[in-house]
């Protein structure tokens, strides 16, 4: 059986995305990368989404015997039906005898010829519409020289379009890897790479280099292969998603905070929490999600520094029961592990999150735990540049904190982010009569006005409190401050 369709489904989630639909039928495609990258799972993939479909399906193996196919397969849960056909390639048996060896002739000769003559053979008797062959290293080592491989791949080629087969070589680069001979006879090509980071896990991607006549998503997106196959997480290109949405101004629940703001956070924004350790950073952020909650919105919590048993018993010591929000469903929280996650799994992660959800606000606490995710500082600008017009696009609003270096005088932000963000709110120490303060200030937001000021806040059992604008104090973001006004105000700057 064949499908109607021009496209053959790869069966390996978000590939066909990239694809911009699949591989096109009845061409050869060709699938490399170093040995462990994922091209024989993406290749069972492909062939188990045919046997969906009722096509039947070729394995060449000319690397792998078929037992070990068969368990690979069932390590991810997959069985290898009666669909799926499997043509275990030896070399002959006259070829291994020593005393039927030739002496006048090169074996390889014999043996080029005899291989491809079987794998012939094998798709006469099988008549399948999809096929994978594995792989091209063995017949690049049998052909010796590059015009021989050359004229071997394009015979296959040729014999593969007469029978209307949809065709994946596999090519482990374990010789002449830098050999582009498949390259300029397949339809397309995709390459598969593993990344070792300095710590953590590893780190696999795909490219695109080539696909004839058609288009396709360009650039590198992340994979993994977990159980049950390859899962790609394409590129998010931010552009593709518009919708429309009411830009509506949200209170914080807090007055004094709002009139900081200019009245609040509009939908479809992004704000940025800036300042050192343990000013209430996260504090800042859960306000703006219990003031969500309080509209009857759902929140997501992406939470990459802190463990969660911590985080919920802190929150409920300042009046905010994170567990019981996440009972009710207002409240979704994902502990991420910069360590084991791509950039590429997190984007998709919140994607997801927001729109299975619909979720109305999201926190990524925090950028210097998502920073150590990336490889380079630039590549994060870009991937936080794509994830927040996503999410604005949305009408969702974005509440990220970075960490500064530094506890008082001059800091240093590892992550700048503050060209990117709507709103950026600024916390700092500062020392004043003999007691360690924090204070709060917008330093900047996009749209509308805002206050100028600078307010003392406190971090109680109440949660977040404010004060009056320090109006009698100069040089508090510097942390240390000189003190202008009289002992009146000085008594009542202590109250606030």
Do not use: C
């Amino acid at each position: 059986m064949h499908s109607s369709s021009d496209q053959a489904a790869t069966g390996v989630s978000g590939l066909d995305d990239i694809l911009q639909g699949g591989f096109s039928r009845g061409n050869v495609f060709l699938v490399e990368g170093e040995p462990g990258a994922g091209k024989t799972t993406v290749a069972l993939q492909f062939l188990l989404e045919g046997a969906k479909a009722g096509e039947r399906s070729l394995y060449i193996t000319l690397s792998e015997t078929e037992d070990e196919l068969r368990r690979g397969a069932a390590s991810h849960g997959w069985t290898l039906g009666p669909e799926i056909n499997i043509f275990e390639l030896v070399p002959p048996e006259s070829l291994l005898d020593s005393a039927q060896q030739q002496s006048l002739l090169y074996s390889s000769d014999l043996e080029l010829g005899e291989t491809t003559r079987q794998i012939f053979d094998a798709v006469e008797r099988a008549k399948p519409s999809r096929v994978v062959l594995d792989s091209l290293s063995e017949i690049r080592l049998l052909a010796q020289s590059s015009l021989r491989y050359r004229r071997q791949i394009l015979a296959i080629k040729h014999y593969f379009s007469r029978h209307a087969a949809t065709v994946l070589l596999l090519d482990d680069l374990t010789a002449e890897a830098d050999d582009k001979t498949v390259h300029s006879v397949a339809h397309g090509v995709i390459r598969l790479e593993e990344l070792a980071p300095d710590y953590g896990a590893e780190r696999r991607r795909m490219r695109i280099l080539k696909y004839r006549g058609k288009r396709y998503r360009g650039g590198y997106h992340d994979f993994v292969i977990a159980e049950g196959g390859v899962r790609v997480f394409p590129r998010l290109v931010a552009s593709e998603h518009l919708t429309d949405f009411a830009r509506t101004q949200s209170s914080t629940g807090i007055p004094e905070f709002d009139g900081l703001l200019g009245g609040g956070i509009e939908a479809g924004s992004s704000t940025l929490v800036l300042g050192p350790a343990g000013t209430g950073k996260s504090l800042v952020a859960m306000s703006f999600v219990k003031a969500a909650i309080a509209r009857g919105e759902k929140a997501a919590l992406f939470i990459f520094d802190e463990e969660l048993g911590l985080l919920f018993h802190r929150m409920k010591a300042m009046n905010i029961d994170l567990k019981a929000e996440i009972d009710k469903g207002s409240i979704l929280i994902e502990r991420i592990d910069a360590a084991e996650l791509s950039p590429g799994e997190f984007a998709h992660r919140v994607r997801r999150t927001v729109d299975a959800e619909k979720i109305k606000s999201v926190v990524i606490d925090s950028l210097n735990g998502y920073q150590a995710a990336m490889p380079d500082e630039k590549s994060l600008i870009l991937h936080m540049h794509e994830l927040l017009q996503y999410l604005n696009r949305q009408g969702a609003a974005t509440f990220m904190t970075v960490a500064q270096h530094g506890l008082v005088g001059q800091m240093y932000t590892p992550v700048d982010l503050t060209y990117l963000a709507d709103s950026v709110i600024l916390l700092r120490y500062f020392e004043a009569m003999g007691t360690i303060r924090r204070a709060i200030s917008v330093v900047k937001k996009r749209t509308g006005f805002h206050e100028t000021t600078i307010r003392e806040f406190k971090i109680s059992n109440a949660g977040l409190t404010m004060g009056e604008p320090l109006e009698h104090f100069h040089g508090v973001l510097t942390g240390v401050p000189g003190y202008t006004g009289n002992q009146e105000t000085l008594m009542n700057s202590e109250a606030t």
